[in-house]
């Protein structure tokens, strides 16, 4: 299991944001209570607070992502640090320079933290061992290992329309074998209670032992969605078809795509989420995603509070005490 | 000096059904006689072996020294030391070296150096294909002439069937036994962990038993075709043991070797994403691991092997996946066999004799048992002494062992080879 002391300093107080795993509710809960109370205050049309005035925050991304780089850019720059993005796909490590050497030459530029995207799972851990005990490093997405912000933003969203998660019956559809956002989500859940965790997909798209993470599998939307509260579409990436995992698109849409026929085997006040980007016809309708159910660009919106309150308390700031 | 006695220890030699206290006899490098001294013999050496256990000595079937090609990991010099160290006395060593060892040349250059650092039990695996491409035969013939002891593609890839029949039939013309490392690569692609509960767990691309045990099965079938003497490296799973016993049980006759630290770890034991334990095959599950120490019990898996694998710090500093697999193993091999005996898998006799008389039978050499006429490859060790893995007691260039700083028991004293003693432990 994790070592929670790497993620956690002596105090056990939020250093580096690594995974949801090895992480107590309370310490979820107090994101959440902190991310809400950067909500309420963007509310009142406060753009920034100087909590982070005078650090340097490094965007570090070895993957492409608009999204998740913008929002956590938009998120530090909300918190007046200074921010510098790094899209390392093809540069540096492409010449041969290794992770380490990168994270080095990058450290000596005076970096409090690093936001960090990799193509290997693993890769935010390996970082967080190496770096400077002063800098923070924060997980936005390592391999098929842990997108633990996305899943913090998730469960935010959710508390936004239901208080008490014990009570909740959640289904997270598409493929779980290559998400790394299903796996922080499953942790997320469970730790904050959740009644029921599901998991949909075709056999192809389940990693071997699902199960052991805490879910129910399912490989059928029709006893998959009996009785759920919460549905949350993953994205499909379209390579999944060129190589054995998938038939068609076609195929896929009809067993597992999520249309407002198939939303009526849930409860009739389901709620649907998307990390995004979504692919409209492939895993969810047009009428779905864009329905007065779909809380997909409400997320889009919490991950700007939710990153602001992880990074704040990564950097041993208290957001709530403004 | 032509002449040792050792004398006091407890003589542990399986093959030959020895298991008692008394002294042995060397002379010209050769065992002359064990517990009643030779008339007119004259010790010019006596080694007092009380308390210990003096055995034949130790023979890897797998284990890299990195020369020629890798000598930033580790070098000929460097792992015979440990070897020695370690209580191995000869040692193979697969042909993924660089260049591979598919011409006489290189095995050559491989002989020579063993002779230069006076370790000349290195035994050389010949490659099985050219340059381990997997499309055309290796000369193994002449690979053979020059020293190899017998054929591999190591861990490349052999995914053409029709390559690996014609090989086998090749190989069994010259009575060349062919050492086959089981994956199935469009099964195993990319995997770095095996697929089960830590590589759904940390999101690691996983690797299936059956990438293994389907390629155990197919080469079963050829090795039934072509009569070719097989030999699995490495065997890692449960599945895989089952097809060897079935065929073992059905007339034939083939063998297996299981790397040491199967019998120890499995995917439970992984820290998360730390790189010493990524190895390939991967560890895998504690009923596999379970299973493996049966079959070894039961004989099915007929050796241990320390897959050792030196790598420089550098090849482990990474991602997980990105590093790479391997373990530096040769110094652990003998403390983590004797756990085998404290934990009631094997008894002490058969432990030993699956590092030494049932390789020995694999290879066909005339070692791995005290017979009298054999060469004095010998080990004596002190099965109690308990020693600390740090900088000042590891000897290989390698220092990638999820054992590191952990505290072992059991510890070679004298190792010696052909009548020479070549390594003492140093008193602290």
């Not at chain 1, 902190?34 to 607070?49: I, L």
């Not at chain 1, 085997?265 to 990390?275: E, I, Q, S, W």
């Not at chain 2, 990195?66 to 000929?76: D, H, L, W, Y």
């Not at chain 2, 094997?346 to 590092?355: E, W």
């Amino acid at each position: 299991m994790i070592n929670q002391n790497l993620q956690l300093n002596s105090k056990g107080r939020l250093k580096h944001f690594l995974t949801i795993e090895g992480l107590s509710a309370k310490i979820l809960n107090e994101i959440l209570d902190t991310a809400e109370s950067f909500v309420s205050m963007s509310q009142q049309q406060v753009q920034k607070f100087p909590l982070l005035r005078g650090k340097t925050i490094v965007n570090l991304f070895f993957e492409n992502s608009t999204r998740t780089r913008t929002t956590f850019e938009l998120a530090a720059t909300r918190l007046s640090a200074d921010v510098i993005n790094m899209d390392i796909a093809t540069s540096a490590t492409s010449k041969g320079e290794s992770l380490l050497d990168t994270i080095n030459t990058l450290e000596a530029m005076h970096v409090d933290m690093f936001v960090v995207r990799h193509p290997l799972s693993g890769a935010a851990h390996f970082i967080a061992q190496h770096t400077s005990p002063h800098i923070s490093i924060i997980n936005a997405g390592d391999g098929q290992h842990a997108h633990p912000t996305q899943a913090m933003l998730d469960v935010f969203t959710i508390r936004q329309h239901h208080k008490n998660f014990s009570q909740l019956k959640i289904a997270i559809v598409g493929d779980i074998l290559h998400s790394r956002v299903a796996r922080s989500q499953i942790q997320a859940l469970n730790t904050l209670g959740a009644k029921e965790v599901r998991v949909i997909a075709p056999k192809t798209l389940l990693p071997a032992h699902i199960e052991s993470l805490g879910v129910k599998a399912y490989h059928d939307m029709k006893q998959g969605l009996n009785d759920i509260d919460v549905i949350i579409m993953l994205r499909l990436q379209k390579e999944r078809m060129n190589s054995a995992f998938l038939a068609s698109e076609n195929e896929y849409f009809n067993c597992f795509g999520l249309t407002e026929k198939k939303l009526k085997l849930a409860k009739k006040n389901v709620l649907v989420m998307h990390p995004g980007p979504i692919n409209r016809g492939v895993e969810i309708a047009s009428s779905v995603a864009d329905g007065h159910k779909s809380l997909i660009l409400q997320q889009v919106s919490n991950g700007i509070a939710v990153r602001m309150a992880i990074m704040s308390m990564a950097m041993q700031i208290k957001g709530t005490s403004l | 000096m032509k002449t040792i006695e050792i004398k006091n220890g407890r003589i542990i030699d399986h093959a030959n059904k020895i298991d008692q206290l008394g002294s042995l006899y060397i002379a010209r490098g050769k065992i002359i006689a064990l517990f009643n001294k030779p008339k007119g013999f004259k010790a010019d050496k006596i080694i007092n072996a009380k308390d210990y256990i003096v055995c034949p000595g130790f023979i890897d079937l797998s284990c890299r020294l990195r020369e020629p090609g890798q000598t930033q990991k580790a070098t000929i010099a460097s792992e015979t030391k440990a070897a020695a160290s370690a209580g191995v006395t000869s040692l193979c060593l697969p042909p993924d070296t660089q260049p591979v060892i598919d011409t006489p040349a290189v095995t050559e250059l491989i002989k020579d150096k063993a002779e230069k650092v006076n370790y000349p039990n290195i035994y050389p695996i010949g490659a099985l294909t050219q340059g381990l491409r997997g499309d055309k035969l290796s000369s193994m013939v002449a690979l053979k002439s020059a020293g190899c002891i017998a054929v591999s593609n190591a861990n490349a890839p052999l995914d053409n069937l029709v390559i690996l029949r014609r090989a086998m039939e090749y190989a069994a013309g010259h009575n060349l036994t062919i050492f086959y490392r089981p994956d199935e690569v469009s099964l195993s692609h990319n995997g770095c962990a095996h697929e089960g509960l830590m590589a759904t767990h940390y999101g690691l691309p996983g690797i299936p038993e059956a990438a293994e045990s389907i390629a155990v099965a197919q080469c079963l079938e050829l090795a039934e075709l072509t009569g070719c003497q097989i030999h699995f490296s490495q065997i890692s799973c449960k599945r895989s043991v089952i097809k060897i016993q079935q065929s073992k049980k059905y007339g034939l006759n083939v063998s297996a070797d299981v790397a040491i630290h199967q019998l120890h770890l499995s995917e439970n034991d992984i820290e998360p994403f730390n790189s010493f334990y990524h190895v390939l095959p991967p560890l895998r599950s504690k009923d596999d691991k379970k299973y493996l120490q049966e079959a070894l019990a039961n004989g099915t898996i007929n050796a241990i092997c320390s897959d050792h694998q030196p790598h420089d710090l550098d090849a482990k500093l990474g991602a997980f996946p990105e590093t790479e697999a391997g373990i530096s193993s040769l110094e652990t091999l003998l403390p983590l066999s004797l756990r085998l005996v404290e934990n009631h898998i094997l008894s002490l006799p058969h432990v030993l004799a699956s590092l030494s008389s049932e390789p020995a039978m694999i290879l066909g050499l005339k070692t791995g048992s005290f017979t009298i006429g054999y060469d004095a490859d010998v080990c004596i060790f002190d099965p109690q002494k308990k020693w600390k893995i740090n900088h000042k007691n590891w000897l290989s260039s390698g220092k990638n062992t999820p054992f590191w700083k952990h505290t072992l028991k059991g510890r070679v004293i004298h190792t010696l080879q052909k009548g020479n003693l070549i390594y003492t432990l140093e008193k602290t």
